[in-house]
């Protein structure tokens, strides 16, 4: 069964350019779909991206993350993917409650090793192959580095 494959011309929202895309849904949804999504020429795509990318690094680097190595592309999606799963780590730090201020302290500490390793990986690949990384994981590794300092 083959899909059937509607193109549209439409305008870059920031250059205000016209060009094609090719869309695989019905055409009353592509209708929607070209009239309501907010449409980037390639040119304007990657400049969105790479200032959007400069911006989390920028983020990265103001709290101790390196630059990232890697393809321009790379470096973008693993931007990004970072800036996520350091957002899992803080929502796990605020989100944990403690008996006493030694809990805390040894909490904190771990935490603190933890964003250590992560600062050691300057690599976009390892970002990109760690994006599934969920807060369970996070605080297990947390939890073994918290037993490896009492």
Same mark, same amino acid.
């Given at each position: 069964?083959?899909?059937?494959?509607?193109?549209?011309?439409?305008?870059?929202?920031?250059?205000?350019?016209?060009?094609?895309?090719?869309?695989?849904?019905?055409?009353?949804?592509?209708?929607?779909l070209v009239d309501k999504k907010d449409w980037y020429c390639e040119k304007c795509k990657k400049e969105y991206f790479s200032e959007q990318t400069k911006k989390l690094a920028k983020a990265h680097l103001a709290i101790?993350?390196?630059? $990232?190595?890697? !393809? +321009? =592309?790379?470096?973008?999606?693993? %931007? *990004?993917?970072?800036?996520?799963?350091?957002?899992?780590?803080?929502? $796990?730090?605020? !989100? +944990? =409650?403690?008996?006493?201020?030694? %809990? *805390?302290?040894?909490?904190?500490?771990?935490?603190?090793?933890?964003?250590?390793?992560?600062?050691? =990986?300057?690599?976009?690949?390892?970002?990109?192959?760690?994006?599934?990384?969920?807060?369970?994981?996070?605080?297990?590794?947390?939890?073994?580095?918290?037993?490896?300092?009492?």
């Amino acid at each position: 069964m083959t899909e059937d494959v509607y193109t549209y011309d439409v305008r870059c929202r920031t250059c205000r350019t016209m060009f094609k895309v090719q869309l695989f849904e019905s055409h009353q949804k592509n209708l929607f779909l070209v009239d309501k999504k907010d449409w980037y020429c390639e040119k304007c795509k990657k400049e969105y991206f790479s200032e959007q990318t400069k911006k989390l690094a920028k983020a990265h680097l103001a709290i101790g993350f390196p630059e $990232l190595n890697g !393809s +321009l =592309k790379m470096v973008s999606w693993a %931007e *990004k993917i970072r800036a996520e799963l350091i957002n899992k780590v803080d929502y $796990l730090r605020k !989100s +944990l =409650k403690f008996e006493n201020d030694d %809990e *805390k302290e040894q909490s904190g500490k771990a935490f603190d090793m933890f964003f250590r390793e992560w600062q050691e =990986k300057t690599e976009a690949k390892w970002w990109i192959d760690h994006r599934k990384m969920t807060i369970r994981n996070i605080s297990k590794r947390v939890a073994e580095i918290s037993e490896l300092i009492k």
